[in-house]
């Protein structure tokens, strides 16, 4: 009689243990992808580098409105960019940079393109940001045309002042 017992909860191991490493690893490749989709993000003021902690909520709110906004873009600017372009804007505005671990594709609204992207810079002053968000986007570089949405950057803007920082 003991020893059914053992054959029985033999059998039951067999079949909890390939669930739970499966279930295991369903779990850590969620975790993984979500650690490595965005690298990190980066705020310029006027030439400054501040790197801004991903586990902020703040901050998972702000790569979220970008994103929103490249998706829902309403235009694109016939303009080549060049590293110097992305550059100047660095330094002589205020810009957001979202770097990405691994490229990541989104559909844009307006003319139902897709993208391909590893980087978007959203400069917050200065010409790229007067009454619309302009969104340089790239993959290892930046690239000629960045779309344009009308909503303009002040929901990005609101949040960084509310975590500190002065744009001016």
């Given at each position: 009689?003991?020893?059914?017992?053992?054959?029985?909860?033999?059998?039951?191991?067999?079949?909890?243990?390939?669930?739970?490493?499966?279930?295991?690893?369903?779990?850590?490749?969620?975790?993984?992808?979500?650690?490595?989709?965005?690298?990190?993000?980066?705020?310029?003021?006027?030439?400054?580098?501040?790197?801004?902690?991903?586990?902020?909520?703040?901050?998972?709110?702000?790569?979220?409105?970008?994103?929103?906004?490249?998706?829902q873009a309403d235009?694109?600017?016939?303009?080549?960019?060049?590293?110097?372009?992305?550059?100047?804007?660095?330094?002589?505005?205020?810009?957001l940079e979202i770097?990405?671990?691994?490229?990541?594709?989104?559909?844009?609204?307006?003319?139902?393109?897709?993208?391909?992207?590893?980087?978007?810079?959203?400069?917050?002053?200065?010409?790229?940001?007067?009454?619309?968000?302009?969104?340089?986007?790239?993959?290892?570089?930046?690239?000629?045309?960045?779309?344009?949405?009308?909503?303009?950057?002040?929901?990005?803007?609101?949040?960084?002042?509310?975590?500190?920082?002065?744009?001016?």
């Amino acid at each position: 009689m003991n020893r059914k017992r053992k054959v029985t909860a033999s059998k039951g191991w067999a079949v909890i243990l390939p669930v739970f490493f499966l279930t295991t690893f369903i779990a850590a490749k969620a975790c993984a992808t979500m650690q490595t989709e965005t690298s990190h993000v980066d705020l310029y003021i006027n030439g400054k580098k501040t790197s801004l902690s991903l586990s902020k909520p703040e901050v998972q709110q702000i790569v979220q409105t970008c994103e929103e906004q490249l998706q829902q873009a309403d235009g694109i600017l016939r303009l080549a960019v060049s590293s110097e372009a992305i550059e100047e804007i660095k330094q002589s505005a205020a810009a957001l940079e979202i770097l990405y671990g691994s490229p990541k594709t989104f559909v844009i609204g307006f003319n139902k393109n897709t993208v391909e992207v590893d980087r978007l810079l959203i400069p917050l002053t200065g010409d790229f940001a007067a009454q619309v968000t302009t969104i340089f986007l790239g993959k290892g570089k930046y690239m000629a045309g960045p779309y344009r949405n009308k909503t303009g950057t002040s929901a990005i803007q609101s949040i960084l002042e509310q975590m500190g920082f002065s744009l001016k």
